[in-house]
């Protein structure tokens, strides 16, 4: 059984810095490709980053663009994203995902990968 467990989330002032983690069990990362959407209240789910696992291919959403960056830890099989200069439009919770290849880039396509984890909470106060 495949898990994505995501953790890292929680409340930082506009300006700050969180790291999520999202470790995973019952799959190989590395065999496929990963990323992260998010999700807040009344809005639709926007994916954040995506990445292959040689990571060289990332695409990041415009609006976080230069200042998260997605990466993984093969040892550790997990996947990372650091959030610097956080927003309070930022705010959401995120969600990491992973699918096999073939697989598709686009950050769009993060929410429809075929493992998801459950969500960790980020809320960043002005």
């Known amino acids: 059984q495949v898990q994505l467990v995501e953790s890292g989330g929680g409340s930082v002032q506009a300006g700050g810095s969180l790291r999520l983690s999202c470790a995973a069990s019952?799959?190989?990362?590395?065999?496929?490709?990963m990323g992260w959407f998010r999700q807040s209240p009344g809005k639709e789910r926007e994916g954040v980053a995506v990445m292959n696992s040689r990571g060289s291919i990332t695409n990041y959403a415009g609006s976080v663009k230069g200042r998260f960056t997605i990466s993984l830890d093969n040892n550790k099989n997990t996947i990372y994203l650091q959030m610097n200069s956080l927003k309070a439009e930022d705010a959401a919770m995120y969600y990491c995902s992973a699918d096999r290849p073939p697989c598709q880039y686009a950050t769009s396509r993060t929410p429809l990968y075929q493992y998801r984890g459950q969500g960790t909470e980020v809320t960043v106060s002005s």
């Open positions: 019952g799959y190989t990362l590395s065999n496929g490709c």
